[in-house]
């Protein structure tokens, strides 16, 4: 057992993502604390993997590795894991470390918190779930963790360096395996581009129903703005993914966002935190929206919809 | 083809979530399935669709109202229903995970689906932990899924419409972010029919695991800060909203 801290870092198209940074920064405040070393492992080519402010960087590159795969990932990491024998292993709460950190839990028997937000010097940690209504303090048992962390937690420049990576091969054998890459999905083209819209209106579960986006699409057009929503808006086929704001969606930064029925999960969050002015309308007066937003009511949005309409 | 659609009985976040002690106090609040479970019951029954055979739910009866839920995915769909009968009610996903894993083994399934996530996942989510203890691959945020000849095409979301289509080799487990198509509606009086015919499997727990998380407290967040309520009747809210918008160039 060691007291070192492995960060997944993850990255596409040659960049890392700013969790990556974010978890590295983190690391090293945590690694310090403990007396071990914070390392960054890079899987995967393509990439400039001299960026970090990690104690270490580990790049482990194999042209099984060239995309990201689960099972390839999962493996590498794995086997990784077992050699250092760290403290605390790091992921993000994201689409490819939600992929691997429960797995790997439960195939290591290590504990594992997930919607990490806060992890203490004494890696207690603060896990925001349960749509971002309640928190929880969690220690992990053992000589081992998993950390998923929720992006946005911790500060991005203290994980950005230079650090010099030592290239490995792979630590196992991936000839066959069963997951494959076949290609790259981009997005669909020919709708609105919300990320460069100056004001939205974005709407959530509390909308209801696929008759009422007319009325917030009047809406929006009354304001000149465009009009955006929350994941189980697009889940439910009520609008297209290409308006869809949050971790699985894209991220905006309007100077106007004005949110309907919209409870403010942290995966919605990450998507628009960022905005100038947050205005929400929502009947839950204890939605977690109201502790990011500027101006909030508590009111039928539709009524309040309705009402604006007359006025502008 | 054998498709079994494993799934979490949450607590509800619609309501306010008591506390206590350390843990969501499980007995006063509604428990509902969990959002992405009701997309995984809409792929798990496209592809049946599209390929034949059999879709079986399993579920872990953590307050002994599972079988409203089961039955309810029969009428959308399902063929068969199983439940672990815990008795549980603050059972984490990696209890779960085991539970279900036991319980799928001798369904010898093609391919299992889950729920991307849960909004209690605080030790992570079921879908993964089953793919290790099954010895299958994974992979989650999937919005569709082709089955042919024994393997699997998925996409795969990553953020904002950038996404990867993979293939892979049957068995797998699938995380659904969203089905290829909206969830299907059951009327209620199917769901009413199918409570008075069909029969639920019982199975009892079997295997330990636990997530190794101690749970130290349970809190709302502090929030750092809040929003400044505009009160009023929505005439009020809307006329204030609008005055606000305007005294800032936005409307």
Redesign the interface.
């Known amino acids: 057992m060691s007291n070192d801290i492995l960060v997944i870092t993850e990255h596409m198209d040659g960049k890392f993502s700013d969790v990556s940074f974010e978890l590295v920064g983190k690391a090293k405040e945590l690694a310090s604390a403990l007396g071990g070393q914070a390392v960054a492992v890079v899987v995967g080519g393509g990439v400039d993997a001299n960026v970090f402010a990690s104690d270490a960087t580990i790049h482990i590159d194999d042209a099984a590795l060239g995309q990201f795969n689960p099972e390839a990932y999962g493996k590498v990491i794995e086997a990784l894991v077992k050699e250092k024998s760290p403290r605390l292993v790091m992921f993000g709460w994201t689409a490819t470390g939600m992929d691997l950190a429960a797995w790997l839990s439960a195939k290591l028997g290590v504990p594992c918190a997930a919607y990490v937000k806060e992890i203490g010097s004494d890696l207690m940690m603060g896990c925001q779930a349960y749509g971002g209504k309640l928190m929880a303090e969690v220690a992990p048992e053992g000589d081992m963790a998993i950390a998923a962390c929720l992006a946005g937690s911790f500060p991005a420049e203290a994980g950005q360096g230079s650090t010099a990576a030592t290239a490995t091969a792979s630590p196992v054998d991936l000839g066959s395996l069963k997951v494959k890459f076949v290609e790259a999905i981009k997005p669909e083209g020919g709708d609105v581009d919300i990320t460069s819209q100056t004001k939205l209106v974005s709407v959530g579960r509390g909308i209801g129903g696929k008759e009422n986006i007319e009325l917030a699409e009047e809406l929006a057009q009354a304001l000149d703005a465009a009009l955006s929503c929350s994941r189980p808006v697009v889940d439910a086929g009520w609008l297209p993914r290409t308006r869809q704001v949050g971790k699985s969606g894209l991220k905006v930064k309007p100077k106007m966002y004005l949110m309907l029925g919209i409870s403010g999960a942290p995966e919605h969050l990450e998507g628009m935190k960022s905005a100038e002015l947050i205005i929400a309308v929502n009947t839950d007066k204890k939605a977690p929206i109201f502790n990011v937003a500027h101006y909030g009511a508590t009111a039928d949005l539709f009524e309040v919809a309705e009402a604006m309409l007359e006025l502008l | 083809m054998n498709i079994v659609v494993a799934i979490k009985h949450i607590?509800s976040?619609?309501d306010?979530?008591p506390?206590s002690g350390n843990?969501?106090d499980f007995d006063s609040v509604d428990f509902v399935l969990n959002?992405f479970d009701e997309?995984s019951i809409e792929q798990a029954v496209l592809v049946k669709e599209a390929v034949g055979g059999t879709v079986t739910v399993v579920g872990v009866d953590l307050i002994e109202e599972l079988d409203n839920i089961l039955h309810l995915a029969i009428a959308k769909g399902a063929d068969k229903a199983v439940k672990v009968t815990a008795d549980e009610p603050g059972a984490d996903?990696?209890m779960q995970?085991k539970w279900l894993s036991e319980a799928i083994k001798g369904l010898s399934p093609d391919i299992v689906f889950a729920g991307?996530?849960a909004?209690?996942?605080?030790?992570?989510?079921?879908?993964?932990?089953i793919?290790?203890?099954l010895d299958m691959?994974?992979?989650?945020?999937v919005s569709s899924v082709e089955v042919a000849d024994g393997t699997a095409?998925v996409?795969?979301?990553?953020?904002?419409?950038?996404?990867?289509?993979?293939?892979?080799?049957l068995p797998?487990v699938v995380?659904v972010?969203?089905a290829a198509?909206?969830?299907r509606y059951a009327p209620i009086s199917k769901v009413r029919q199918v409570a008075q015919t069909a029969t639920i499997d019982t199975v009892e727990p079997s295997g330990d695991?636990s997530?190794?998380?101690?749970?130290?407290?349970?809190?709302?967040?502090?929030?750092?800060?809040?929003?400044?309520?505009?009160?009023g009747s929505?005439?009020e809210?809307?006329?204030?909203?609008?005055e606000?918008?305007k005294s800032?160039g936005?409307?």
Not at chain 2, 137 to 141: K, T, V
């Open positions: 607590p976040i619609a306010d979530l506390v843990n969501v959002e997309q996903s990696h995970a991307v996530q909004s209690n996942d605080l030790d992570g989510q079921i879908g993964p932990m793919a290790a203890h691959p994974y992979i989650g945020g095409t996409n795969k979301e990553f953020a904002g419409g950038v996404g990867a289509k993979y293939s892979v080799s797998m995380g972010q969203a198509k909206p969830p695991a997530s190794g998380l101690t749970f130290k407290k349970m809190a709302p967040p502090v929030a750092t800060g809040h929003a400044e309520m505009i009160d929505p005439k809210v809307a006329a204030k909203i609008v606000l918008l800032k936005l409307a």
